[in-house]
């Protein structure tokens, strides 16, 4: 059968046809309106990118930017370092007494001859010398055992350095008519102790006259001399000889009945003849020497003068440390910092405080407890301790009128920002006198300036930048804060004075901003602070 088709479905499918043609003529007509608009849009940028780049080519680079925790441009005097993940356990080794023998003639003495130790890990640190009297076949069970002998024992001397072959010493301090026995303790820097062996190590006194005199002195002299009081005296022992001098210092006369209650200011070895004291006031002091021989005899010295009216005194704190520095070693801690000098007094030492805490020693209160060490060196090596551990020091100077320095701490937030900057190669000078500095800790926003009138950090203040040249070959940035290619720039931001609290963790945003060129967008976190002074962030 034959399908019919009506006039009104004909007309329907021509009307489609002639639509669907249209459409794709406005089609073609809007492709070709895309291309020509496109074309032109890109051959006008490429012109403008071309002007742009003919009149500037400028492209600036941070080299780096650290932040300074300090406000005052000091140093810290704390610092923190983790201890070795291994210590010195083995003792010292080799050690050994050679002989004892006595020697009759006047005075009476014995001599003790050894080799020292030998310490391949941490170094050998002292030697102790004990002396024990005793039934002989009592002395070989107790000189065999450390804690006998430290127990029953006493301590004749104690050794710090020239340890060697065939050291010797003269033990005075004897009787006739008595057996003695000697042990040696060496001591490593951590710590270890080793009895040291022995060929021979007892002797039996049979004769022989112990030295009973006691030294004599005189003091000449006490004088003013500058910010102290010079002791000069004369002093000597025809026995066993002198062995060591104390020197006492109080606001009444002295007496051998009231010299130990007076204040014991130094002991000085047996040729040292004159003495420099720094009293705490003004007023009248008086002085006093006790001369020691090697017998332990001692007497108070005689005085030609006494006493002295001081009128000037060093009362002022040396300054703080500088430089200071610690690093792992293999078994210590190691410890440096920079000299310090002090004017009035002189600086006597170093103290040195420790904690695992360090907020304990940022405090005033630290300096009412006794320092974990003095030294009067510009370097610690620090042999006690537990791996891993981190340990907290403060190292403060000490003159010697007593006087110490003050314990700087890092403060928690950066103080200072100081940028790093070039110029990238092939690129066109840049005129900081143009350059505005946009930066935002995400609760301030503040816009700096050049501050044109100096240089270096003194220039960076609440709405001003800082510049300072690093590296200027031409010259030109010294002179018209023009930066050429080839020259390296700090920028310094006050970010204290600014506003801005930089504390670990948070989001700084910073935008410098040429007044001709590609502006420099950074956003950057602030790093863990620990406790260096200058912090790498970025």
Same mark, same amino acid.
């Given at each position: 059968?034959?399908?019919?088709?009506?006039?009104?479905?004909?007309?329907?499918?021509?009307?489609?046809?002639?639509?669907?043609?249209?459409?794709?003529?406005?089609?073609?007509?809007?492709?070709?309106? $895309?291309?020509?608009?496109?074309?032109?849009?890109?051959?006008?940028?490429?012109?403008?990118?071309?002007?742009?780049?003919?009149?500037?080519?400028?492209?600036? !680079?941070?080299?780096?930017?650290?932040?300074? !925790?300090?406000?005052?441009?000091? @140093?810290?005097?704390?610092?923190?370092?983790?201890?070795?993940?291994?210590?010195?356990?083995?003792?010292?080794?080799?050690?050994?007494?050679?002989? =004892?023998?006595?020697?009759?003639?006047?005075?009476?003495?014995?001599?003790?001859?050894?080799?020292?130790?030998?310490?391949?890990?941490?170094?050998?640190?002292?030697?102790?010398?004990?002396?024990? *009297?005793?039934? +002989?076949?009592?002395?070989?069970?107790?000189?065999?055992?450390?804690?006998?002998?430290?127990?029953?024992? *006493?301590?004749?001397?104690? /050794?710090?350095?020239?340890?060697?072959?065939?050291?010797?010493?003269? @033990?005075?301090?004897?009787?006739?008519?008595?057996?003695?026995?000697?042990?040696?303790?060496?001591? @490593?820097?951590?710590?270890?102790?080793?009895?040291?062996?022995?060929?021979?190590?007892?002797?039996?006194?049979?004769?022989?006259?112990?030295?009973?005199?006691?030294?004599?002195?005189?003091?000449?002299?006490?004088?003013?001399?500058?910010?102290?009081?010079? $002791?000069?005296?004369?002093?000597?022992?025809?026995?066993?000889?002198?062995?060591?001098?104390?020197?006492? !210092?109080?606001?009444?006369?002295?007496?051998?009945?009231?010299?130990?209650?007076?204040?014991?200011?130094?002991?000085?070895?047996?040729?040292?003849?004159?003495?420099?004291?720094?009293?705490?006031?003004?007023?009248?002091?008086?002085?006093?020497?006790?001369?020691?021989?090697?017998?332990?005899?001692?007497?108070?010295?005689?005085?030609?003068?006494?006493? $002295?009216?001081?009128?000037?005194?060093?009362?002022?704190?040396?300054?703080?440390?500088?430089?200071?520095?610690?690093?792992?070693?293999?078994?210590?801690?190691? /410890?440096?910092?920079?000299?310090?000098?002090?004017?009035?007094?002189?600086?006597?030492?170093?103290?040195?405080?420790?904690?695992?805490?360090?907020?304990?020693?940022?405090? +005033?209160?630290?300096?009412?407890?006794?320092?974990?060490?003095? =030294?009067?060196?510009?370097?610690?090596?620090?042999?006690?301790?537990?791996?891993?551990?981190?340990?907290?020091?403060?190292?403060?100077?000490?003159?010697?009128?007593?006087?110490?320095?003050?314990?700087?701490?890092?403060?928690?937030?950066?103080?200072?920002?100081?940028?790093?900057?070039?110029?990238?190669?092939?690129?066109?000078?840049?005129?900081?006198?143009?350059?505005?500095?946009?930066?935002?800790?995400?609760?301030?926003?503040?816009?700096?300036? /050049?501050?044109?009138?100096?240089?270096?950090?003194?220039?960076?203040?609440?709405?001003?930048?800082?510049?300072?040249?690093?590296?200027?070959?031409?010259?030109?940035?010294?002179?018209?804060?023009?930066?050429?290619?080839?020259?390296?720039?700090?920028?310094?931001?006050?970010?204290?004075?600014?506003? /801005?609290?930089?504390?670990?963790?948070?989001?700084?945003?910073?935008?410098?901003?040429?007044?001709?060129?590609? +502006?420099?967008?950074?956003?950057?976190?602030?790093?863990?602070?620990?406790?260096? !002074?200058?912090?790498?962030?970025?």
């Amino acid at each position: 059968m034959k399908k019919l088709y009506h006039k009104e479905e004909g007309d329907i499918g021509i009307a489609t046809l002639i639509l669907f043609i249209a459409i794709i003529i406005v089609a073609a007509i809007a492709s070709s309106l $895309i291309i020509y608009v496109g074309v032109t849009l890109r051959e006008q940028g490429e012109k403008v990118a071309s002007d742009a780049t003919t009149q500037i080519t400028s492209s600036l !680079r941070i080299l780096n930017i650290l932040g300074d !925790r300090d406000i005052n441009g000091e @140093d810290p005097s704390v610092i923190g370092v983790k201890a070795p993940i291994r210590v010195d356990s083995e003792p010292p080794t080799g050690g050994v007494i050679l002989n =004892v023998s006595v020697n009759n003639t006047d005075p009476l003495c014995v001599k003790i001859v050894w080799n020292s130790a030998i310490d391949t890990g941490s170094g050998l640190a002292r030697e102790e010398i004990y002396r024990i *009297s005793g039934d +002989p076949t009592t002395l070989q069970y107790v000189l065999q055992d450390i804690n006998f002998i430290k127990t029953m024992g *006493s301590l004749v001397a104690v /050794l710090t350095s020239g340890f060697g072959k065939n050291r010797e010493y003269l @033990d005075y301090n004897v009787s006739s008519g008595n057996t003695y026995g000697y042990a040696i303790i060496g001591y @490593d820097m951590a710590g270890n102790e080793e009895l040291y062996s022995a060929v021979n190590q007892t002797v039996t006194i049979t004769s022989g006259t112990k030295d009973t005199t006691a030294p004599s002195g005189n003091i000449d002299s006490i004088r003013q001399a500058g910010y102290g009081v010079l $002791i000069s005296w004369t002093a000597s022992d025809s026995g066993s000889g002198l062995d060591y001098q104390k020197i006492y !210092r109080s606001q009444s006369q002295i007496t051998s009945s009231n010299v130990n209650d007076s204040t014991l200011i130094a002991v000085v070895s047996a040729d040292v003849r004159a003495y420099m004291d720094y009293p705490p006031s003004t007023g009248t002091w008086y002085y006093a020497i006790v001369g020691y021989d090697k017998a332990g005899n001692y007497q108070l010295y005689t005085a030609t003068t006494d006493h $002295i009216d001081v009128s000037t005194v060093d009362n002022a704190s040396p300054p703080n440390i500088e430089g200071l520095r610690g690093e792992t070693g293999q078994y210590c801690i190691h /410890l440096e910092w920079k000299p310090v000098e002090d004017k009035e007094s002189g600086i006597k030492g170093y103290y040195i405080y420790r904690d695992t805490d360090y907020l304990k020693l940022t405090t +005033p209160e630290v300096f009412n407890r006794k320092p974990y060490a003095f =030294v009067n060196t510009t370097y610690f090596d620090d042999y006690s301790y537990m791996p891993y551990q981190t340990y907290y020091y403060a190292v403060v100077a000490v003159d010697n009128a007593s006087n110490h320095g003050e314990i700087v701490a890092p403060q928690n937030s950066i103080q200072i920002l100081q940028i790093k900057l070039s110029l990238g190669p092939g690129s066109k000078p840049v005129d900081f006198n143009t350059v505005i500095v946009e930066l935002t800790d995400g609760k301030i926003d503040v816009s700096l300036k /050049l501050n044109s009138s100096g240089f270096g950090v003194q220039a960076a203040d609440a709405t001003h930048y800082g510049m300072e040249a690093l590296n200027d070959p031409t010259g030109e940035f010294t002179q018209s804060y023009i930066l050429d290619e080839g020259a390296v720039v700090l920028m310094y931001i006050n970010a204290r004075k600014v506003g /801005l609290t930089l504390t670990p963790q948070t989001k700084l945003t910073m935008k410098i901003i040429p007044g001709m060129g590609v +502006p420099i967008y950074k956003v950057i976190n602030i790093p863990s602070i620990m406790l260096n !002074r200058y912090v790498q962030i970025y």
